[in-house]
């Protein structure tokens, strides 16, 4: 199946744009290159500014060194898109929301964090950040969207049996390797559409990761360290263990260089790192609290590795890890509605839980994610082994923290259903 996209489709982050909009004086959207913040901006604004016009950009620089409140005219919501290439604006943005004392007057697009020095005040109160990830399998058309997470946390009781996924493990794997890039989605054949991944690390490799601060770095190094990261993906891999996998390559690279180099990757949002969940359950030297490594797109890691969907087909245990990848994307998209975050839970006991899906109002979900059937009954008993631990602690010392909602597996398999110890089997092409 090759998804051909002729016209723009609704993203997530449209109905949290169109609220904050009515909330706040700007909004700023951040996340990798070509996810398609500009695109869904330009469905809410009134006006666009686009820095990176090759015709008018060095006349806009000069004027934001001079005059940077000119090029606020225009009808509001007003995009300034790639808004870094001046940090200046974030000021003038600022100060013009004190001065017009309203909301919905701004909408700022960037591919890369900014460096903190280079802006004289935070925004707090005027500016919402907003994060904006490649598109999740519901907003590809390739979920058909039958069971929201959302309303598994409002009714954990909800009849799911029977509710059936339409994607095959084929098209999964395909949906993995083209990734989430909205433009591969106007690609005709399926040879375009994952060249667009590719296509994506040369340009970050070539240029992207030195532009960001201006230090000049090695694209072969570039692309060495997101070899390693995707061979460790959704591992808990130190960074001592990548730096020794990279040295095989570059021996004479540095720790100060390779974490030089992670962090340009961070700030062009290539690296996802997933964080440890850390409730008082156990003796803080009991639960492991490095990042979980993975990126922002789980197509990253398969162009990275020269994989392609038919070695994947074949090599179901390393798709294993590229389909958790996958799956963080879209629970982070799915949640974002309701300010949802993930972490992971591991102890020096064994007891591990791929997935803490935490929502701002306190309230969590345990989840694992099998993608075939063999490994339910192992997932479920982690899963069920974790909650009586939780609620154990809750019941003899009164540990401030609530019972999870629900437990739940993701799996890459067709049908939803509820087991008899109450784990929920969801696959994700049900989800949304």
Same mark, same amino acid.
């Given at each position: 199946?090759?998804?051909?996209?002729?016209?723009?489709?609704?993203?997530?982050?449209?109905?949290?744009?169109?609220? &904050?909009?009515?909330?706040?004086?700007?909004?700023?959207?951040?996340?990798?290159?070509?996810?398609?913040?500009?695109?869904?901006?330009?469905?809410?604004?009134?006006?666009? $500014?686009?820095?990176?016009?090759?015709?008018?950009?060095? =006349?806009?620089?000069?004027?934001?060194?001079?005059?940077?409140?000119?090029?606020?005219?225009?009808?509001?919501? &007003?995009?300034?898109?790639?808004?870094?290439? %001046?940090?200046?604006?974030?000021?003038?943005? &600022?100060?013009?929301?004190?001065?017009?004392?309203?909301?919905?007057?701004?909408?700022?697009?960037?591919?890369?964090?900014?460096?903190?020095?280079?802006?004289?005040?935070?925004?707090?109160?005027?500016?919402?950040?907003?994060?904006?990830?490649?598109?999740?399998?519901?907003?590809?058309?390739?979920? *058909?969207?039958?069971?929201?997470?959302?309303? #598994?946390?409002?009714?954990?009781?909800?009849?799911?049996?029977?509710?059936?996924?339409?994607?095959?493990?084929?098209?999964?794997?395909?949906?993995?390797?083209?990734?989430?890039?909205?433009?591969?989605?106007?690609?005709?054949?399926?040879?375009?559409?994952?060249?667009?991944?590719?296509?994506?690390?040369?340009?970050?490799?070539? =240029?992207?990761? =030195?532009?960001?601060?201006?230090?000049?770095? /090695?694209?072969?190094?570039?692309?060495?360290? $997101?070899?390693?990261?995707?061979?460790?993906?959704?591992?808990?891999?130190?960074?001592?263990?990548?730096?020794? /996998?990279?040295?095989? *390559?570059?021996?004479?690279?540095?720790?100060?260089?390779?974490?030089?180099?992670? /962090?340009?990757?961070?700030? $062009?949002?290539?690296?996802?790192?997933?964080?440890?969940?850390?409730? *008082?359950?156990?003796?803080?030297?009991?639960?492991? =609290?490095?990042?979980?490594?993975?990126?922002?797109?789980?197509?990253?890691?398969?162009?990275?590795?020269? #994989?392609?969907?038919?070695?994947?087909?074949?090599?179901?245990?390393?798709?294993?890890?590229?389909?958790?990848?996958?799956?963080?994307?879209?629970?982070?998209?799915?949640?974002?509605?309701?300010?949802?975050?993930?972490?992971?839970?591991?102890?020096?006991?064994?007891?591990?839980?791929?997935?803490?899906?935490?929502?701002?109002?306190?309230?969590?979900?345990?989840?694992?994610?099998?993608?075939?059937?063999?490994?339910?009954?192992?997932?479920?008993?982690?899963?069920?082994?974790?909650?009586?631990?939780?609620?154990?602690?809750?019941?003899?010392?009164?540990?401030?923290?609530? %019972?999870?909602?629900?437990?739940?597996?993701?799996?890459?398999?067709?049908?939803?259903?509820?087991?008899?110890?109450?784990?929920?089997?969801?696959?994700?092409?049900?989800?949304?």
């Amino acid at each position: 199946m090759v998804i051909y996209m002729k016209k723009y489709l609704k993203r997530v982050i449209d109905d949290i744009l169109k609220e &904050r909009l009515e909330m706040i004086g700007a909004i700023v959207i951040v996340g990798p290159k070509w996810c398609g913040k500009t695109t869904t901006a330009e469905q809410h604004a009134k006006s666009v $500014l686009k820095l990176q016009d090759p015709d008018k950009s060095k =006349s806009y620089l000069e004027l934001a060194s001079i005059k940077p409140s000119v090029l606020l005219k225009g009808k509001n919501p &007003r995009l300034i898109d790639e808004w870094q290439m %001046a940090p200046v604006l974030w000021d003038a943005v &600022r100060t013009s929301i004190d001065n017009l004392n309203e909301v919905g007057l701004y909408i700022l697009t960037g591919s890369t964090s900014v460096d903190e020095n280079e802006i004289m005040h935070s925004g707090t109160g005027r500016i919402n950040r907003l994060t904006m990830r490649p598109m999740s399998l519901f907003e590809s058309k390739e979920s *058909n969207g039958k069971i929201a997470i959302i309303d #598994l946390f409002n009714s954990s009781d909800m009849d799911i049996d029977g509710i059936k996924s339409e994607l095959s493990i084929e098209e999964l794997i395909f949906a993995c390797c083209r990734g989430g890039w909205p433009d591969s989605l106007n690609k005709k054949t399926k040879k375009a559409q994952l060249f667009i991944v590719s296509n994506y690390i040369d340009n970050i490799c070539e =240029s992207d990761v =030195s532009t960001i601060d201006g230090v000049k770095r /090695d694209p072969q190094r570039v692309k060495t360290i $997101l070899q390693s990261y995707a061979r460790n993906i959704s591992t808990l891999a130190t960074n001592k263990t990548i730096m020794k /996998d990279i040295r095989a *390559n570059f021996s004479n690279i540095s720790e100060p260089t390779y974490y030089s180099y992670i /962090d340009a990757l961070t700030r $062009l949002f290539v690296i996802n790192n997933i964080p440890a969940w850390s409730p *008082n359950i156990r003796s803080a030297t009991a639960i492991r =609290s490095s990042s979980k490594k993975e990126f922002i797109d789980p197509s990253i890691a398969v162009a990275s590795l020269g #994989l392609t969907p038919e070695t994947l087909l074949y090599d179901l245990n390393t798709f294993g890890f590229i389909f958790e990848n996958l799956c963080i994307r879209d629970l982070t998209v799915y949640s974002s509605l309701v300010d949802g975050k993930i972490s992971y839970y591991r102890d020096r006991h064994g007891l591990e839980v791929d997935c803490v899906l935490y929502l701002k109002d306190g309230r969590y979900a345990l989840i694992e994610f099998k993608l075939g059937s063999s490994e339910i009954e192992k997932g479920a008993k982690n899963l069920i082994k974790l909650d009586n631990l939780i609620k154990k602690h809750i019941r003899e010392d009164k540990l401030n923290i609530k %019972a999870p909602n629900f437990l739940a597996i993701i799996t890459g398999g067709e049908l939803a259903y509820t087991r008899a110890d109450g784990v929920k089997i969801l696959p994700i092409g049900v989800l949304r």
